[in-house]
């Protein structure tokens, strides 16, 4: 009685990490039965419920509802013009991720482009204002002061793939290294020697992350990365086409290309054929995202598959925690979740 009496004046409230480890389940799945999913089981349902009775754990979530300091909103923040979201498969796979999980729970999602300096500051006043319960970051660029706004508010958020290897906020990533290795590799394995590279935006830490595994593919292979084959591009068509035009002029003879988007080997396949070379018999290509613009390709488009739509459903799953755990952020110490999944080589008659 006395326990229980000492719990109820608030000496110490209970934690989410401690009903994850009454209920012998991870914080996240703590999470989802707080905010009502029924992506849950009800054996694991009732164990998580059983543990909060137990603790005597009143959610944060629920006080913030009663103090009316909940909005039920999450944004969806792109810094990009909407051109760009609106031509790349990328974006539209992530919103479908992020819509599915969160049609489970009674949040609403907000999109918000922020690819201009107005945009940006408007943006900034309605965050200020505390007008969503968190925040999703998508295609933050390494100098995008965005995500030290948010930290600066306080506000819960989710970052889709890190700014550096030493990201202070929760992200999700694929295998960004490993999927450049696989498509590297997989040149390799079918003759091709002179392997060129149209990068990413190297300002986006996963198109760095691109080229190390490009490198390092080579350099397992017994042979050094030759500067001359590494092209930037821009994760656009036409910034495809630039790349591909420039890597020929140096490198006529090469014989294979591993773009870093499916949308930037759409681009460069225009620049081959356009110069005569056949796809694969000349020039073997390989595109990343394993996008519809690979399976719709002539030929077919051999790529590498993210798995973007379950992170965006992994992004939303880690801002529920984020939103549920609420504690000052400066006590929650520097280890934040980065979560990275697993990529897939897809071969098809490109390479």
């Keep these: 009685m006395a326990v229980k009496g000492e719990r109820s004046r608030g000496i110490r409230r209970p934690t989410l990490e401690e009903v994850a480890a009454r209920a012998g389940v991870g914080r996240g799945t703590v999470s989802r039965v707080i905010n009502g999913s029924p992506r849950v089981s009800d ?8 543990a909060v009775s137990e603790l005597g754990y009143v959610p944060n979530t629920a006080a913030r509802a009663l103090a009316a300091n909940r909005t039920n909103a999450i944004a969806l923040v792109v810094p990009e013009p909407e051109t760009r979201f609106f031509s790349e498969p990328y974006f539209s796979d992530m919103l479908s991720g992020v819509g599915a999980e969160l049609s489970d729970t009674e949040m609403q999602l907000l999109l918000i482009f922020a690819g201009s300096d107005r945009e940006r500051a408007r943006l900034a006043q309605y965050l200020a204002a505390h007008r969503v319960d968190g925040v999703l970051l998508v295609s933050v660029h390494a100098d995008d002061p965005l995500p030290d706004l948010v930290a600066q508010l306080e506000i819960p958020a989710v970052i889709s793939g890190p700014r550096s290897a030493a990201e202070t906020l929760p992200s999700v990533d694929s295998d960004n290294y490993g999927g450049a290795r ?32 490009y490198r390092q593919a080579l350099l397992d292979a017994g042979r050094s990365a030759d500067e001359l084959l590494i092209e930037p591009g821009d994760f656009t068509e036409e910034g495809g086409r630039r790349a591909m035009s420039r890597l020929l002029e140096r490198s006529p003879g090469l014989d294979a290309v591993f773009a870093g988007s499916d949308v930037m080997a759409a681009g460069a396949r225009q620049v081959l054929r356009e110069a005569g070379r056949r796809i694969p018999e000349d020039v073997a290509l390989v595109g990343y995202d394993d996008s519809a613009i690979a399976r719709h390709m002539d030929p077919p488009l051999t790529s590498v598959r993210q798995p973007i739509q379950e992170m965006g459903r992994a992004m939303i799953d880690l801002l529920l925690e984020e939103i549920a755990d609420r504690r000052p952020a400066a006590s929650r110490g520097p280890e934040r979740q980065q979560l990275v999944l697993p990529t897939e080589l897809v071969p098809r008659a490109s390479s």
């Design 43 to 50: 054996a694991t349902r009732a164990a998580v419920e059983a």
């Design 182 to 213: 696989s498509a590297v590799e997989h040149l390799l394995g079918r003759g091709r020697r002179t392997i060129a590279h149209i990068t990413g935006r190297l300002d986006v830490y996963g198109a760095q992350r691109r080229v190390d595994g």
